[in-house]
């Protein structure tokens, strides 16, 4: 069955760039969509159709696709964003979705 | 402003099924823009996908689950439901139900309930 791809964790300073991918064989044709969960709460929505941020979320929040590979960039990563982050996206069929592993994001 | 409430039992024996209803308030499931669905999440664990349904009954499935799992509408009580048979620990869970804006290049869940957690244990 398909599968999305992510590190499972990685870690950054305050200020610094973080990059998390997600490598999918159907993202050239399928958009990648990013979720935000911190400890004990909800997932939230940051990204959505690969580069567009809903409203309230932070400009340091950017989104890319190309090729098989959709990338979550948050510029001027800040202690708040610590969290896991979720990509998904759907197969070629349109009609299963598949999350992402899952990144631990660790800012200090 | 839509609302997802789920609701069941947060406690399920071995080998039973596990039974969750999702309300849906502030409009209608029978919209035809929209799928609902269902997501879980084990403690410390990932988010995992389990199905999704259109108001007319139309079903998809996660391919690990979908031997144990159905998901039906009721568009009289604006209500969807999750049965899922034969669980273990492993289903032990968070579960959420979300509202699904499908398109022709991708599927946005876009409104989610606040989740309830299941434990399946004896």
């Known amino acids: 069955s398909y599968e999305l791809t992510q590190p499972p964790s990685m870690s950054v300073s305050p200020g610094q760039t973080a990059r998390i991918t997600c490598s999918g064989d159907?993202?050239?044709?399928?958009?990648a969509y990013w979720y935000q969960q911190k400890s004990g709460q909800a997932p939230v929505l940051v990204i959505y159709?690969?580069?567009k941020r809903p409203s309230g979320i932070p400009e340091r929040f950017s989104g890319s696709s190309s090729g098989t590979v959709a990338t979550l960039t948050i510029s001027g990563a800040q202690v708040e964003d610590e969290a896991d982050y979720y990509c998904?996206?759907?197969?070629?069929?349109?009609?299963?979705?598949?999350f992402g592993g899952g990144t631990k994001l660790t800012v200090l | 402003q839509l609302q997802l409430q789920e609701s069941g039992p947060g406690l399920v024996k071995p080998s039973e099924t596990l039974s969750l209803t999702c309300t849906v308030s502030?409009?209608?499931?029978?919209?035809?823009?929209?799928?609902w669905g269902w997501i879980r999440q084990p403690p410390g664990k990932g988010l995992e996908w389990i199905g999704s349904?259109?108001?007319?009954?139309?079903?998809y499935y996660n391919p690990s689950l979908k031997s144990r799992v159905t998901i039906s509408v009721d568009t009289s009580k604006n209500q969807f439901s999750l049965k899922l048979t034969s669980v273990t620990a492993a289903d032990t869970a968070v579960y959420y139900c979300?509202?699904?804006?499908?398109?022709?290049?991708?599927?946005?869940?876009?409104?989610w309930g606040h989740g309830t957690l299941v434990t399946v244990s004896s």
């Open positions: 979300a509202r699904l804006t499908k398109g022709a290049a991708g599927s946005l869940f876009d409104f």
């Open positions: 502030g409009g209608s499931i029978s919209s035809s823009s929209y799928y």
């Open positions: 349904i259109y108001y007319s009954g139309s079903t």
């Open positions: 159907a993202l050239p044709k399928k958009y």
């Open positions: 159709e690969d580069s």
């Open positions: 998904y996206s759907t197969d070629s069929s349109g009609n299963h979705v598949v």
